[in-house]
């Protein structure tokens, strides 16, 4: 079965302090790995797509990478606003029409603080 | 605001009764894409659909159903509410059939008591 797990938990960090979330993942197949940012009570925001080891993106103060078991997101210099959940989610590939990697497979996420 | 909108907001009923959830896609996405939001689950991927078809299933329950209109909005049913099934509901859609980058709602949240 899927799996995709995100470390740590928690996070809190001085505004300033740079640091890195983790999502391993063990899938066949990866189609893509994806990265959204969750604010409390509110909708996934959609960050990042990464296709294949090796691809880095970056926005703003954060940065994506990706390796053939794991992904990481680097926050630069955080600020305050930078506080929330950040969620992987990995597509895997399907077969058949109601193929059941036609679907996102979501990490528990990483609940970031950012202390001024 | 991602374009997606979802009513209502909030929902509060009781054991056994049955709910409609309503999701409303951005302008032009054919997808819409379901999910479910618990503390203890996290976010589970219940049902795709594609331009009025159902195109991929995850871990929906039986009691729960869905579909998209001609319209391309689409509704969630949830019957025989447990106490279980209070969760944020989320709608997301894309513009493909295949995953793409999918815009979330700002999702139901429903209490069941």
């Known amino acids: 079965e899927d799996q995709v797990t995100q470390s740590p938990e928690a996070l809190r960090l001085q505004e300033g302090e740079s640091s890195s979330l983790n999502c391993s993942y063990t899938v066949s197949g990866l189609r893509g790995l994806f990265w959204y940012r969750q604010d409390p009570g509110k909708g996934p925001e959609f960050l990042f797509t990464l296709y294949s080891a090796g691809e880095e993106k970056e926005k703003e103060r954060l940065k994506a990478t990706l390796t053939k078991k794991e992904s990481f997101l680097h926050i630069t210099a955080p600020k305050p606003e930078d506080s929330a959940t950040y969620l992987c989610a990995v597509h895997q590939r399907g077969m058949g029409i109601k193929a059941a990697g036609n679907k996102l497979t979501f990490g528990g996420g990483t609940r970031v603080l950012v202390k001024p | 605001d991602s374009g997606v909108t979802q009513t209502p907001k909030h929902l509060i009923t009781a054991t056994g009764q049955r709910v409609t959830l309503r999701c409303s896609p951005r302008?032009?996405?054919?997808?819409v894409y379901w999910y479910q939001q618990s503390l203890d689950q996290g976010l589970q991927f219940l049902i795709q659909?594609?331009?009025?078809?159902?195109?991929a299933k995850g871990n929906i329950l039986e009691r729960f159903s869905a579909q998209q209109f001609p319209d391309l909005h689409s509704e969630l049913n949830l019957s025989s509410l447990e106490l279980g099934d209070s969760a944020l509901y989320f709608c997301?859609?894309?513009?493909?059939?295949?995953?793409?980058?999918?815009?979330f709602g700002p999702g139901t949240r429903l209490t069941v008591l």
């Open positions: 302008s032009g996405d054919l997808s």
């Open positions: 997301a859609s894309s513009v493909e059939l295949a995953v793409s980058e999918q815009f």
């Open positions: 659909y594609y331009n009025g078809e159902e195109r």
